[in-house]
């Protein structure tokens, strides 16, 4: 999605054209179709402007064209880079989050998912004998917490079953001590390129992030927004606060002429 002023570029509506054998001119990479030449050189001239912003990389100072073709590279990129395995379960923790800056979101992300892993990623396992091995995730299990005859209550922790390349009649079962991914799959950079291709945010203060349709379509994700998040709520929360500073504030005594 490319940027400009830092928002999504809007494209023009269609105009209504009455007269199906009239000429018309078109811009391939918007769908924008003008009914006049001088029209179609004004929107040219404005996409040529070094004013536009690549959302996934962040590079500015771009035509509309060049930050367009940043993108589609840059999505691909992210799309092969991102592990597949953890694109849906990521997108259920972003849906709906009303952290305004997207660095506090990345790391809040982050720190949630680096020693967290799910059924399908590659991974690497310490077996017992102190061995490393490569496999894929075959399952999770969630251990809650327990009491100990102390008193005290242990943090919970998750199981994996993995599978052992190379031995196809093999599985290891592993604590979230011994399994590990490539640091070089979920980094900081790649999870903030991932989160800016599949989501989005309005500009008002308070705005929950929204997982693109499509792609809330394809991981099955839940895109029907709580009341309390909608804009029309928020705005009338906010207007009955200021009445309630309103009425709290002492009233100035009237003075009287003698």
């Known amino acids: 999605m490319v940027l400009f002023k830092r928002k999504p570029v809007q494209f023009l509506q269609l105009p209504q054209i009455d007269d199906e054998s009239a000429e018309v001119w078109h811009i391939p990479h918007t769908g924008e179709v003008f009914p006049t030449y001088e029209e179609y050189l004004t929107r040219i001239d404005f996409y040529n402007q070094p004013r536009f912003i690549c959302q996934i990389t962040g590079h500015s100072g771009l035509t509309f064209f060049e930050a367009l073709k940043s993108e589609l590279a840059g999505a691909q990129e992210v799309d092969q880079a991102f592990p597949e395995a953890l694109k ?20 809040m992300i982050y720190d949630e998912f680096k020693a967290d892993y799910y059924p399908g990623e590659s991974v ?10 490569t496999g894929v995730v075959r399952d999770k299990a969630r251990l809650g917490s327990k009491v100990l005859p102390d008193g ?9 079953s993995t599978s052992i390349d190379g031995r196809p009649d093999e ?7 011994h399994i590990f991914r490539d640091r070089k799959i979920f980094t900081k950079s790649v999870l903030r390129s991932f989160i800016k291709k599949t989501v989005t945010r309005e500009a008002w ?3 929950p992030w929204l997982v ?25 929360e906010r207007k009955q606060q ?5 009425a709290l504030q002492p009233v100035a005594p009237t003075m009287r002429m003698a």
Request: no cysteine.
């Open 171 to 177: 599985e290891a079962v592993v604590d979230s001590e």
């Open 152 to 160: 005290t209550l242990t943090q919970p922790y998750s199981r994996y």
């Open 124 to 133: 690497t396992i310490q077996i017992m004998t102190g061995e490393r091995l």
């Open 205 to 207: 203060n308070g705005a």
């Open 242 to 246: 200021q009445a309630q500073k309103r």
């Open 88 to 107: 849906g379960p990521v997108l259920r923790r972003v849906q709906f989050q009303t952290i305004s800056r997207i660095d506090t979101l990345v790391d």
């Open 212 to 236: 693109k349709h499509d792609v809330a379509a394809q991981y099955h994700i839940d895109t029907r927004v709580p009341p309390h998040l909608r804009y029309d709520n928020k705005l009338l």
